[in-house]
C-alpha cells in the first residue's frame, strides 16, 4: 500500500518537473524573437507607420501578465487532453450551459470536462487518504476478524476516515457541475437587475438621433457587464453580415432570460410592422422598471421564511441558554433538597 502511495507521489513530481521543463525551454527560445518583435512594434509606434492585425494581437499577448500568457494556456492544454476521454454527445447540452455562464475562463466543453476529471481523480486520491489513514489506525493484531465483528473493531477513528472519504468523494464529483450552475445563475441575475437600465439608456440614445444598432454599440462601450458584452456581441455578429433579426434571436438564445426574449421579440415585432423603435423602447423600458419593482418585493416576502431556520437552530439556543442557563442550578439544588427533606 505504501508502495503504491510513493509510485504516484514520484510520477507526479516526474509529470510536474516535466511539464516545468518543456515550459523554461519554450519560454528560452522565444524570448529573444519577443524581444525583437517588440522593439519593432515600438519603432513603427513612433514612427506612425501603421501596424496589420498580427502584430497588434501580438502586442496584445506580449503586454499580458504572466496569468493570461502563461497559466491559462497551459491549464487549457492540460485540461483538454482530459476533455478527449469524454463522450462527444454531451458535449451540445454542456456548450449551452457555458454559454449561458459566459463561458468563464474562455473554456469549451472538452476543457470542462478536463476539469471535471481532474478534480475528480483528486477526489480519489483524497478519498484514498483518508481510507488509508483510518485503516491504519486499527491494530494489526485485530487485522483478521469476521464481518459480525467490524464495527467493534474498525472504531470512531475508521469510520469517521470513511465517511470523511465518502464525502470527499462526493464533493469533488459535484464541485465543477455546482460551481457552473452558480455561474450561470448569477449571470442570469446580472442580466436581468440591470436590463431596465439599458433599456432606459437606449431610450435616451435613440432620442439623440441615434439608430438601434448604434445604441447598442454605445451601451456595450459604456457598460463592462455581461449584458453590455452581449450587446456588443450582437453589434459584432451585425458588422460581420448575419441579420439583425438572427443575431437578436441568438442574444436571446444565450441569454435563456424571459424578459430579455420578451424585449427581443418586441424589437422584432416593431421592425417588421414599421413602428417607431424610440416609442417602443420608453414603453418596455417602464415595463422593466415595474417588473425589477415586483421581483424586489417577491424577494423581500421571502425573506422572513429564509430566516426562520437560522432563528430557530442558531439565535434561539443561545438566547434560551443565556435566560435560563442561571436558573437551572437553582432549580437543580431547590428539587434536591425537597426529595431529601421528602425521604
Avoid at 54 to 72: A, D, V
Avoid at 111 to 130: C, D
Avoid at 156 to 172: H, Q
Wanted: charged content about 20%.
Amino acid at each position: 500500500m505504501a508502495l503504491l502511495v510513493y509510485a504516484m507521489c514520484g510520477f507526479s513530481l516526474i509529470a510536474a518537473g516535466a511539464m516545468l521543463v518543456l515550459i523554461s525551454f519554450r519560454s528560452a527560445g522565444t524570448t529573444a524573437f519577443n524581444r525583437r518583435l517588440r522593439d519593432y512594434v515600438q519603432a513603427a509606434g513612433r514612427s506612425g507607420r501603421p501596424q496589420n492585425s498580427l502584430l497588434r494581437s501580438r502586442q496584445r499577448e506580449l503586454s499580458g501578465s504572466f496569468r493570461s500568457r502563461l497559466l491559462i494556456p497551459a491549464f487549457r492544454r492540460l485540461t483538454r487532453v482530459f476533455g478527449r476521454l469524454t463522450p462527444s454527445g454531451m458535449f451540445d447540452q454542456l456548450r449551452h450551459q457555458l454559454a449561458l455562464a459566459g463561458n468563464p475562463l474562455g473554456m469549451g466543453p472538452s476543457e470542462f470536462y478536463g476539469l471535471r476529471i481532474g478534480i475528480t481523480v483528486l477526489g480519489l486520491w483524497l478519498a484514498y487518504g483518508f481510507l488509508r489513514r483510518g485503516l491504519a489506525a486499527v491494530p494489526q493484531s485485530q487485522a483478521a476478524y469476521d464481518v459480525s465483528s467490524a464495527p467493534s473493531v474498525a472504531g470512531p477513528g475508521a469510520l469517521l476516515s470513511i465517511l470523511t472519504a465518502g464525502l470527499a468523494l462526493v464533493m469533488c464529483n459535484y464541485l465543477p457541475k455546482t460551481w457552473l450552475r452558480r455561474r450561470v445563475r448569477q449571470r442570469k441575475d446580472a442580466i436581468a437587475k440591470g436590463l431596465p437600465d439599458a433599456l432606459d439608456m437606449l431610450s435616451v440614445c435613440a432620442d439623440a438621433g441615434l439608430g438601434f444598432d448604434q445604441s447598442l454599440q454605445r451601451v456595450s462601450e459604456h457598460w463592462k457587464t455581461a449584458l453590455g458584452a452581449e450587446f456588443g456581441r450582437v453589434v459584432s455578429e451585425i458588422g460581420m453580415g448575419v441579420p439583425r433579426r438572427e443575431a437578436l434571436r441568438n442574444l436571446a438564445e444565450r441569454a435563456d432570460i424571459q424578459e430579455l426574449s420578451s424585449f427581443v421579440a418586441l424589437i422584432l415585432q416593431s421592425d417588421q410592422l414599421g413602428m417607431s423603435i424610440t416609442d417602443t423602447l420608453h414603453a418596455q423600458a417602464d415595463q422593466m422598471r415595474v417588473e425589477r419593482r415586483f421581483r424586489a418585493q417577491e424577494q423581500a416576502r421571502k425573506m422572513p421564511l429564509k430566516m426562520l431556520f437560522p432563528l430557530l437552530l442558531l439565535i434561539f439556543p443561545a438566547m434560551f441558554a443565556v435566560i435560563v442557563g442561571p436558573v437551572i442550578p437553582v432549580l437543580a439544588d431547590f428539587f434536591s433538597n425537597l426529595i431529601y427533606s421528602v425521604q
